[in-house]
């Protein structure tokens, strides 16, 4: 079983900046892919970003330019770097783990931008 934990959510005001960490219980040095999702209230659950384990990206349209997926594999660790906050960005967000066989999810962190 691996476990995720999310780090590094919190109260911003618009215009800010804020980095969450996901580190995982196991080696991410041979994932498929890590990935962040976040879940506004009401709403479902949408992929923000991605990384594989070629250290390729991809963002979603409401995040590109402002959001940084990164990868430090001998931490066990993915961040996202926020940048220049909306209140649109206010939700969970939630780290994924896709290990081929099986795949796992954080708990998730409270990100809320402030108008």
């Known amino acids: 079983q691996v476990r995720l934990v999310e780090s590094g959510g919190g109260l911003v005001q618009a215009g800010g900046s804020l980095r969450l960490s996901c580190t995982s219980s196991?080696?991410?040095?041979?994932?498929?892919?890590m990935d962040w999702y976040r879940q506004a209230s009401g709403k479902q659950r949408e992929l923000v970003a991605v990384?594989?384990?070629?250290?390729?990206?991809n963002y979603a349209d409401s995040v590109k330019g402002r959001f940084t997926i990164s990868r430090d594999n001998a931490k066990r660790t993915v961040y996202l770097q926020m940048n220049s906050l909306k209140p649109e960005d206010t939700a969970v967000y939630y780290c994924?783990?896709?290990?081929?066989?099986?795949?796992?999810w954080g708990k998730g962190t409270l990100v809320t931008v402030s108008s």
């Open positions: 196991a080696s991410i040095f041979n994932v498929n892919a």
């Open positions: 994924h783990a896709d290990y081929g066989a099986m795949d796992y």
């Open positions: 990384i594989d384990r070629d250290d390729n990206t």
